[in-house]
């Protein structure tokens, strides 16, 4: 089988998997999916994916601490799992990072900047790609990211331009929720787009409009497993082996083959994460 697909942000470490793990390994070896990003959210799940890229030859870790685990987070703890991606050759990313708004109950707005921009700044400092998580948090989350020199001329000089001519600041917006014209901005800004699950929804009227507003050059699928389950999947435990549904979609949405999209998009992952292929 032709492995034609990358899911680009995947959490495959997760507890979800763990009791058909065998199982859920040969599932993937088996699918045209060729490679699999798995995505640390808190210093401990960044170390589950430094782990799961050792053993498996498709998958790829990021780094980084989510906004809801910021709490109690401290600088020293912080630098020792970043630095994992200056001494682990599989690691390419500094991710999941950002910012989320919609629960009361977690770390503040306030705390959540501070640790968003000193992850910004130290992926900025090591030109590592960066992944992004942005929940109801549009305009703080960009404002950090200009604030931080993600999109500086210098960043977008330590990295080749995109096939379309565009900068590349190596910015990815994983599992986009905002509009097509915030879209437009953030690769006018030299970023990249992810789509995943929700694109697939029926009444994913934004995301839909995103896919038909991005060029495809600017375009990377997901499945954020074992999240939001793409139909016909949805309501079940979403598989990095279910991004082939994205894909399908984004080819609906294109007006181009099913080949086409997961190509295109698996030569825009390896790109944005540097990985030769």
Sequence with gaps: MEKILFDSHAHISDEAFEDEKDAFIEEIRAS??????????SVKTSMDCIE??????????????????????????????????ITEPKVVAVGEIGLDYHYDDGPSREEQ?????????????????IAIHSREADEDTMAC???????????????PKKPSGGDDCRVLLHCFSG??????????????ISLAGPVTFKNARKAVEVAEAVDMDDLLIETDSPYMAPVPMRGKVNKPVYVEYVARKIAEIKGISYEEAARKSLANACRFYGIED
């Design 52 to 85: 799961s890229a050792r053993k498996y030859d498709f998958c790829y870790a990021a780094v980084g601490v989510h906004p809801s685990e910021v709490e109690g987070l401290t600088e020293s703890v912080l630098d020792g799992c970043l630095e994992s991606y």
């Design 145 to 159: 990211l200009k604030r931080c020199g993600a999109f500086s001329k210098k960043r977008a000089a330590a990295f």
């Design 179 to 192: 509009s097509a014209e915030l879209a437009r901005q953030y690769v006018k800004l030299g970023a990249t």
């Design 113 to 129: 900047i501070y640790w968003f921009e000193r992850q910004i700044k130290w992926a900025v400092d090591h030109d590592a790609p």
């Design 32 to 41: 045209q999916l060729k490679y699999c990003m798995d995505i640390g959210s």
